[in-house]
């Protein structure tokens, strides 16, 4: 058996899948983002959500404005898709380079997803303007209806919608978002094998960890709960090995999504896990148990911009075998602390993998 390596140097990877919120939570949590990934695709459900050019040039300009002057990132604004968005405004925002993709919210589905989609049928002058002009669709697949389990609502969605979604427009190149079902990982690697490259899948670093167990270790553990919610550990078995398999139609999509601590601790706790800020060095952890690391970098620097017609990044990061011990809440900095948004301290998001040990670290890198 080969000696493991002690240090990988990797491309720059991207997160193709983030949630950076606004205001005073936006100035926190961007620089966790920014310091390891080189572009990030940016969820639009704020509130009001982005719906138009403008709006999404404007949160262009707040996320610009929040980076740090040291740290290279280029953010990749999204549309939010709604029953009544104007295909000719969507179309001007691709055609401009101002929205890369559009975001499929089925409404009610998640967090801020209330203005979302409520019958696809209702969008399809939307759906065959993106598919004649290349635009990506995000999909957030799972349906809504309070008859369907929770856990059954990711594999219902594929066979209700997704199919025959892909059956009226076979040209629409598709990315189902954070994936959590063994459904899900075998449907997009059974279209790969078929030769279809316009469907792909995100993964996040959560679901390659966690089973739903972990909801409910020594009581109810809301910091654990994220939608799509975690699954059975054979779902999560599935995810590794999707993730690890070196098919190009998996890639890195972190769906970190950071709330106030009352946020999360109330007795109807939001979804979403804080990952940013040690994404890459849990995505090694779970590479390296499953003997991958080899094709990590493709699941996180080369897959997610070749499906989305961009270039590779050109410089490097590098992840070092040393241990470090993860916090439990993220230490903004003095920029977030400030001005009439600031969060109290006790609100900061608690971070993923709090309390345990990484065997990875990521090298700061001087740009």
């Not at 310091?35 to 138009?52: D, K």
């Not at 290279?72 to 939010?80: H, I, V």
């Not at 890639?251 to 601590?261: E, K, Y």
């Amino acid at each position: 058996m080969a000696e493991a390596p002690s240090s990988l140097v990797l491309r720059r990877p991207d997160d193709w899948h983030v949630h950076l919120r606004d205001g005073a939570m936006l100035r926190a949590v961007l620089p966790a983002t920014a310091r390891t990934f080189a572009r990030a695709i940016v969820m639009p459900n704020l509130r009001p959500p982005v719906t138009s050019v403008d709006a999404a040039l404007a949160y262009r300009s707040r996320i610009l404005e929040a980076l740090p002057e040291d740290i290279d990132f280029e953010p990749l604004m999204t549309a939010y898709l709604t029953d009544d968005l104007d295909p000719d405004e969507l179309a001007r925002g691709f055609a401009m380079g101002v929205f890369r993709a559009a975001k499929l919210y089925p409404a009610n589905a998640t967090t801020n997803s209330a203005a979302g989609v409520s019958d696809l049928s209702r969008i399809s002058a939307v759906l065959r303007r993106m598919e004649a002009v290349d635009m990506p669709l995000l999909i957030h697949g799972e349906v809504t209806d309070p008859d369907v389990d929770v856990f059954d609502r990711e594999a219902i969605f594929i066979e209700r919608h997704l199919k025959p979604l892909r059956q009226r427009h076979p040209r629409l190149r598709i990315v189902l978002e954070h994936i959590t079902t063994e459904e899900s990982a075998t449907y997009i690697t059974e279209a790969h094998l078929s030769g279809d490259e316009r469907i792909a899948a995100t993964i996040t670093p959560h679901h390659l960890h966690l089973n739903r167990n972990a909801m409910f270790i020594g009581g109810l553990r809301s910091d654990f709960y994220c939608l799509p919610v975690v699954k059975r550990e054979c779902h999560r078995r599935a995810l590794v090995a999707a993730a690890t398999s070196g098919l190009p139609c998996f890639f890195l999509g972190t769906d970190s999504a950071p709330h106030p601590r009352s946020g999360k601790e109330s007795s109807c706790g939001c979804a979403g896990i804080f990952n940013a800020l040690h994404a890459m060095e849990s995505y090694a952890a779970v590479f390296e148990q499953a003997g991958a690391l080899d094709h990590l970098e493709g699941f996180a620097s080369e897959h997610g911009p070749r499906f989305y017609g961009m270039p590779l990044n050109a410089d490097t990061i590098t992840l070092v075998r040393r241990d470090q011990s993860v916090p439990n809440r993220l230490i903004p900095p003095e920029s977030a602390r400030v001005g009439d948004d600031a969060i109290p301290d006790s609100e900061w998001p608690l971070l993923f993998h709090a309390g345990e040990t990484l065997s990875w670290s990521v090298e700061p890198t001087v740009r």
